[in-house]
């Protein structure tokens, strides 16, 4: 097998004198560009989503659903990636017949737990959890909590709670969870914001909006460049931080969406 080089190694040079030296993946290059820190766990809102932190450990998940990578600096990167994130927003706006900034009007105008309403936002199919065949699906539905706001609020809830449960695969392999940083084109939703610190229970931080993938690849190059054994300091500006206002609602959101995907798709053996 070939050696691996280490994270800023130069290997060689080309005929014209390029250094050539190591390379990363996507999220590794996000999580070098954001500058993650231990308590650190980033959740991606893209069209799939993620969840990834740095440990300094490999890890071992007997479920499947973290995958250890190993990251740019020469640790671990225990990511979960789950097939819906932002188009269960798109689908949840056409849905009602509007927009995502009508979307996110409807979802602040509805009561924390949307009355009720919990949507398993399969609607792709699943990665995390792995239910390939799986459909999206509206559980709780009534004549009182039968309205637009309950129902974009669902949407909304929906697809973070998927996520929140990936964060809680991250943690349960070692990794401690003191804040999320929300990237992805569905970060921007105003929505999203207020509504993830309850369902994640911890403070979500919004950076700048920026190619982290990008900026982690020209990182690890300028390390290369300049040598030594860790990366330069690269800051990162936050535009919004949001601390969890109320964590009981949050949690009994959570225990009611972790109960509904149970009782919808029951562990192979139950």
């Known amino acids: 097998m070939p050696r691996v080089a280490a994270p800023a190694e130069v290997v060689g040079h080309t005929a014209s004198g390029l250094a050539v030296a190591a390379g990363t993946g996507d999220n590794m290059g996000a999580a070098l560009g954001l500058g993650l820190q231990p308590g650190d766990v980033v959740v991606s809102l893209g069209t799939s989503g993620t969840a990834f932190a740095r440990n300094s450990r490999a890890s071992a998940d007997p479920t499947g659903s973290v995958q250890s990578f190993a990251d740019a600096e020469g640790g671990f990167l225990p990511l979960v990636c789950t097939l819906n994130a932002a188009r269960v927003l798109a689908a949840g706006a056409a849905m009602l017949g509007t927009d995502l900034a009508g979307l996110d009007r409807l979802a602040l105008a509805g009561a924390p737990g949307a009355g009720g309403l919990t949507l398993l936002p399969y609607l792709d199919g699943e990665r995390t959890p792995n239910l390939p065949t799986a459909t999206g699906s ?44 929300l990237i992805g084109g569905a970060s921007a939703s105003t929505a999203v914001q207020e509504i993830a610190p309850d369902l994640f229970g911890v403070p979500v931080a919004v950076p700048s909006p920026g190619e982290y993938v990008a900026v982690g690849a020209a990182r690890q190059a300028a ?33 009611r969406y972790a109960a509904t995907v149970t009782a919808a798709y029951p562990p192979i053996g139950s």
């Open 223 to 255: 390390w290369a460049l300049a040598g030594g054994g860790h990366p330069p300091r690269w800051d990162v500006d936050v535009d919004v931080t949001v601390d969890p206002g109320d964590t009981t609602t949050g949690a009994e959101i959570r225990e």
């Open 138 to 181: 509206l559980h709780g539905l009534t004549r009182s909590n039968a309205t637009p706001e309950n129902l974009a609020r669902a949407v909304l809830e929906g697809m973070l709670l998927n996520l929140a449960a990936a964060v809680d695969a991250v943690r349960a392999v070692g990794c401690p969870v003191q804040r999320v940083l």
